[in-house]
């Protein structure tokens, strides 16, 4: 049976509906079982649509895909020690929010939706844009008022309507939820079928690693995108009979806005709210995350756990990649600054996965700030 289930009160609904939250107004998750058939998937292009039986469209005619997927995981060397890092910065729009628009816009397509609105800090949003232009679908995208003037273009030369808000991040989401009144919420937080184009990252990295899982993965926590992504895909695989055993997951979050860092660590587990601060790392800026309480799980299950970077870590960790010729953004650099501190701890001989989320050509304006000493 495939369904969307409710968070809230566990009641099912028909996916063939433009349906985003269920009647109470909470998240949903979709229910349904993926098929996984590595010597299919062998013969297939290297792109993420490989996994075709594990991705929930039903008519292969509604797939908007700009042949994204199955990114490089390369070998390398960082404070001495040897990691895989997948470079999901090469997508399409230069993030790895390309992988859930991908399917998000094809069910939206599948659905005859022809038009979305969606609220972005930049990427997500940029990826929603691109995909609805491949589709022919409207698109609405409402940003922070601060966010980078690289992203706003990009924005704007795929046709979306940019509404710019005054105010925080969630001032931004709760300008979206209003409009979303009247229209599909294409949201990559809300949306469940956001998340079944994000699982494809750890299909990828087991894929790359002969079908084995890594030790651990170290991922962005802001929304949750790729990280209950790749917490559904590495369930999958592993209930499949693919993997042995489930990595843990490490979330990382910038000490400037850390509620799930303080809900790991709290007595009673819950995700506090918070007052942002101000963060290079924009991306994951997140002070009150829908799926905050499915990410928790998620990290716990997984024996993983949440860690906090600081401002001038991110800093440190965007020269170096740099130096080793990775032009990243500077979220991206808050996860390898993540790494970075969990390596200090973990067993010398544990294998980790790393992401490089998103492309430093998005935060042209911020690098540079950096380079001319007027960055944080």
Not at 2 to 22: E, F, H, M, N
Not at 209 to 216: L, Q, T
Request: glycine share 10%; proline share 6%.
């Amino acid at each position: 049976m495939t369904a969307l289930l409710s968070t809230t009160t566990g009641i099912r609904y028909p996916v063939d509906q433009p349906r985003w939250k269920c009647d109470a107004g909470g998240i949903l998750d979709l229910e349904w079982t993926p098929v996984i058939d590595p010597a299919r998937i062998s013969r297939r292009p290297p792109t993420m649509w490989r996994y075709r039986e594990a991705i929930p469209i039903g008519d292969d005619a509604s797939i908007l895909t700009f042949g994204e997927g199955f990114t490089p995981l390369l070998r390398q060397a960082i404070d001495g020690r040897e990691v895989l890092l997948k470079q999901e910065y090469i997508f399409q729009t230069g993030s790895y929010k390309d992988r859930g628009a991908s399917v998000l816009l094809s069910k939206v397509r599948e659905l005859g939706v022809d038009s979305v609105v969606q609220d972005s800090s930049g990427n997500a949003g940029c990826a929603v844009a691109a995909y609805s232009a491949r589709g022919m679908i409207s698109c609405q995208i409402f940003v922070p008022e601060g966010t980078s003037p690289a992203k706003l273009a990009q924005l704007r030369y795929y046709g979306a309507d940019v509404c710019q808000i005054r105010g925080s991040r969630e001032e931004t989401a709760r300008a979206a939820l209003l409009a979303a009144e009247s229209a599909y919420y294409a949201s990559h937080s809300w949306n469940p079928f956001f998340l079944q184009g994000t699982k494809t990252f750890a299909y990828e990295v087991c894929e790359q690693m002969g079908w084995k899982a890594p030790d651990s993965v170290v991922l962005p926590a802001g929304n949750g995108t790729l990280l209950l992504g790749a917490a559904i895909g590495f369930n999958e695989l592993y209930g499949a009979g693919l993997i042995g055993a489930l990595p843990r997951l490490i979330a990382v979050q910038s000490a400037a806005c850390d509620p799930l860092v303080r809900g790991y660590n709290s007595p009673d587990g819950r995700v506090p709210s918070v007052h942002a601060q101000q963060t290079l790392a924009e991306g994951i800026a997140i002070a009150e995350p829908v799926r905050g309480s499915q990410m928790l799980k998620a990290v716990r299950k997984s024996g993983g756990r949440f860690l906090a970077v600081e401002e001038a870590e991110i800093i440190e960790s965007l020269q170096l990649m740099a130096r080793l010729g990775f032009y990243i953004e500077p979220t991206s650099a808050a996860v390898v600054a993540g790494l970075r501190s969990y390596l200090r701890d973990c067993p010398r001989d544990e294998q980790v996965v790393c992401p490089l989320t998103g492309s430093g050509l998005k935060s042209t304006e911020k690098l540079l700030s950096l380079l001319d000493g007027d960055g944080p």
